[in-house]
């Protein structure tokens, strides 16, 4: 069973920056895609990004260029840098792993972190 528990989350002001991690334990992090999605307060939860085991990467359109997702297979830790922050990326940040399938869906994730918050102030 696959356990990821997230961090790096806050409040910060438009035009900020944040970086959130996601670590790990309990499986092969290496065989995993990994992708971080987002719910904003009463809208449902969306794919923002995805990084396969190899290393190429997927955005979301309204997030590319801003955010950066990475993966460090030794630290079982996935990270997601966002830039210039504005207050539409508001929402609850989760990480997902999965096996494999369309990595922008969320039913192909099988295991899921908590969440963390990010709050972006203009």
């Known amino acids: 069973q696959v356990q990821l528990v997230e961090s790096g989350g806050g409040l910060m002001q438009a035009g900020g920056s944040l970086r959130l991690s996601c670590a790990a334990s309990?499986?092969?992090?290496?065989?995993?895609?990994m992708a971080w999605f987002r719910q904003a307060p009463g809208k449902e939860r969306e794919f923002v990004t995805a990084i396969t085991r190899s290393g190429i990467t997927y955005y979301e359109g309204s997030v590319q260029g801003r955010f950066t997702i990475s993966r460090d297979n030794a630290q079982n830790t996935v990270y997601l840098q966002m830039d210039s922050l504005k207050p539409e990326d508001t929402a609850v940040y989760y990480c997902?792993?999965?096996?494999?399938?369309?990595?922008?869906?969320?039913?192909?994730?099988?295991?899921w972190g908590q969440g963390t918050q990010v709050t972006v102030s203009s």
């Open positions: 997902a792993a999965s096996g494999t399938g369309n990595l922008r869906e969320q039913s192909n994730y099988d295991y």
């Open positions: 309990g499986g092969t992090f290496s065989n995993y895609y």
